[in-house]
């Protein structure tokens, strides 16, 4: 059974556009009580939400009871992204908000729960780059710092493919499907889907396996998420900017995870940022996943993840 959601409201927020708005942020706590216990904050990714453990948990395979994340060792919190719907709570005003104003809004959470220290703060994909900005503002804040398949800037290739969801959630018919079958391509890799379907046809629908599965993916991700929280979502990708002299006086061992087929946050950037840091003798380490399932691995390869995160997290 999952914890209940707790709630926090922070009032006259101001972005870094210079709105004002009321913040409304929900947030679950799993494992020991609060102030017991090291403390663990995962930042979810773009259609994730609170639950990372528990019956319903998108990453109960890492945390929970005897789990690498153990809920009997840490206390383990996360915090939704405000405006992602999963407590039924809109920002309608979506362009006013940038990846750092979540990073404020988490500090400010994290600030009004008194918690001054994390063991470790770990995030994948757009959780991990919300990370980033937040140890540029706190350097201090954390022991440890996770990225997983994510990066500290939204580089070109990046907000290119941003641009096209935008494109495609403008779109009058069905836009967030289409938008999610996109993203489904920038998610995994052409040896993945070619390896999975080799062009089997369904002949009951009368299309190939292939396209039946993104369509599958379209429809259900409709069904649950809101095309309001998935525009906010697509705009924080766009305005990931933790500036590398803020990122450079972190004081957390930073440990980044990349994916080798990542089409999203590619290898090649997370090797560059490694060296950058290295070089910046800052305290970083670089660990792989080697999968053909491209940025969607840190999902899926829970075996090669759980080795990497046994000699971090313990």
């Known amino acids: 059974m999952n914890p209940p959601l707790q709630h926090i409201t922070l009032r006259n927020f101001k972005t870094e556009s210079g709105n004002t708005a009321d913040i409304h942020l929900s947030y679950e706590v799993f494992g020991r009580e ?18 990372v453990s528990g019956e319903k948990g998108w990453w109960k395979t890492l945390v929970g009871e005897d789990k690498i994340i153990d809920t009997g060792r840490f206390t383990v919190i996360c915090f939704n992204i405000p405006g992602n719907g999963y407590e039924g709570v809109f920002i309608e005003s979506y362009k006013d908000f940038k990846t750092k104003d979540i990073a404020r809004i988490f500090l400010l959470g994290l600030k009004e729960l ?25 350097n201090g804040l954390a022991e440890n710092f996770i990225p997983v398949a994510s990066d500290y800037r939204t580089t070109d290739w990046l907000h290119s493919q941003c641009l096209v969801q935008t494109f495609l959630l403008n779109h009058s018919e069905e836009p967030l499907q289409k938008a999610r079958i996109h993203a489904m391509l920038c998610y995994r890799t052409p040896e993945s889907i070619n390896q999975r379907f080799n062009k089997d046809f369904d002949a009951e629908k009368g299309l190939l396996k292939s396209h039946d599965w993104l369509n599958y993916h379209g429809k259900t991700l409709n069904e649950r998420f809101s095309l309001k929280a998935y525009k906010l979502m697509n705009q924080l990708l766009m305005t990931i900017d933790a500036k590398f002299d803020d990122i450079r006086k972190i004081k957390a061992k930073i ?22 840091l290295k070089k910046s003798n800052v305290d970083v380490s670089y660990h792989e996943i080697n999968s053909i399932h491209g940025h969607d691995a840190f999902l899926m390869e829970y075996e090669q993840l759980n080795e990497i995160l046994m000699k971090i997290v313990n």
């Open 114 to 138: 008194k918690i001054t220290k994390l063991h470790s703060l770990i995030g994948g994909s757009v959780g991990g780059a919300i990370g980033w900005e937040m140890l540029a503002l706190e």
């Open 34 to 51: 609060l102030h017991s216990a090291p403390i663990v904050l995962v930042n979810h990714a773009l259609t994730g939400n609170s639950a």
């Open 255 to 276: 440990h980044l995870i990349a994916v080798n087929s990542d089409l999203f946050f590619p290898e090649f950037e997370v090797k560059n940022c490694y060296e950058i």
